[in-house]
């Protein structure tokens, strides 16, 4: 989708969601984002995203629509990161799938767990250079929230399992979004899984995308669905707007790590 384009379908959802401007344009200007050159790789490459998730990420109620494939926050993060490459005249090209589904939970031995549907195993198939892991939501069901010991060993063993990848990848926790309506008890449900990701990341020295507190703030309502939980379309391009802005201000990371991972792997040696 062409920068001009994408901007004049998602005008309306930034405006909607109180967003002056794609964040990762304003927050990163083009001379500070890096290219593949300064990264001592003189041949364009395209790095690849895939976003890990539940309903959330799946976008199931746009799914249903179908509009899942224009506002879902990684259709729309798609979006912003050509509109980046367009405007900044990168030879960094991005291509980002959506490898959520809905009713999942990261535990597991689980019914519906994450670790054992079809979408977790076309994301390890598609070793991506960034892995982006929204999961925990569906832990927090009162089917499964006395088996919540089970949260913190099974998304380290996550984490590790998607570092194990042949692509040696990036791998970025988020923070699941709060439950702004009653009961409080499920808000403070979501605090309790976000602790323990918290915890885990700080041990596996990963960053954090903290859709928490994005999102924690009563005024921020009308980013939500009904339900309280499931971002809508203008909620979902506050997503999105959020993982740009920290794509582009860590793409040097992501960068080196890739081309250093792969050269080790065909024995070549570019600094």
Same mark, same amino acid.
């Given at each position: ?12 959802a ?13 927050a990163?200007?083009?001379?500070e ?23 959330? /990420? ?5 799914k249903?629509?179908g ?48 670790w ?20 925990? /939501? ?17 998304y ?39 602790t ?69 792997? /065909? ?5």
């Open positions: 989708m062409k920068r001009r384009e994408f901007l004049e379908l998602n005008s309306a930034i405006a909607a969601a109180g967003l002056s401007s794609i964040g990762m344009q304003t990163v200007t083009a001379d984002a890096p290219t593949l050159a300064e990264a001592g790789k003189p041949a364009p490459r395209t790095l690849k995203i895939a976003c890990l998730g539940d309903s959330i /990420t799946e976008a199931s109620s746009l249903q629509r509009l899942d494939k224009t506002w879902s926050y990684p259709a729309q993060l798609q979006g912003m990161l050509d509109a980046f490459v367009e405007n900044k005249g990168s030879r960094v090209r991005f291509e980002v799938r959506n490898f959520g589904v809905g009713s999942h939970t990261l535990m597991k031995g689980t019914t519906r767990s994450y054992n549907s079809g979408q977790f195993r076309a994301a390890i198939a598609y070793e991506a250079d960034l892995y982006i892991v929204m999961l925990g /939501t569906n832990d927090t069901g009162k089917q499964w929230w006395g088996r919540r010991d089970r949260i913190e060993p099974d380290e063993a996550l984490i590790g399992t998607l570092r194990e990848i042949k692509s040696k990848p990036v791998v970025w926790p988020c923070l699941i979004s709060p439950c702004l309506l009653p009961p409080a008890q499920d808000d403070l449900k979501v605090q309790t899984v976000n323990v990701i918290q915890r885990v990341a700080k041990r596996q020295n990963a960053r954090i995308i903290d859709f928490y507190s994005v999102f924690h703030d009563e005024s921020k309502l009308h980013l939500f669905r009904r339900d309280g939980f499931h971002p809508n379309r203008y909620g979902h391009t506050v997503m999105a707007d959020t993982v740009a802005t920290k794509v582009v201000k860590h793409l040097d990371e992501i960068i080196n790590r890739s081309i250093r991972d792969k050269n080790q792997r /065909t024995g070549t040696d570019n600094p």
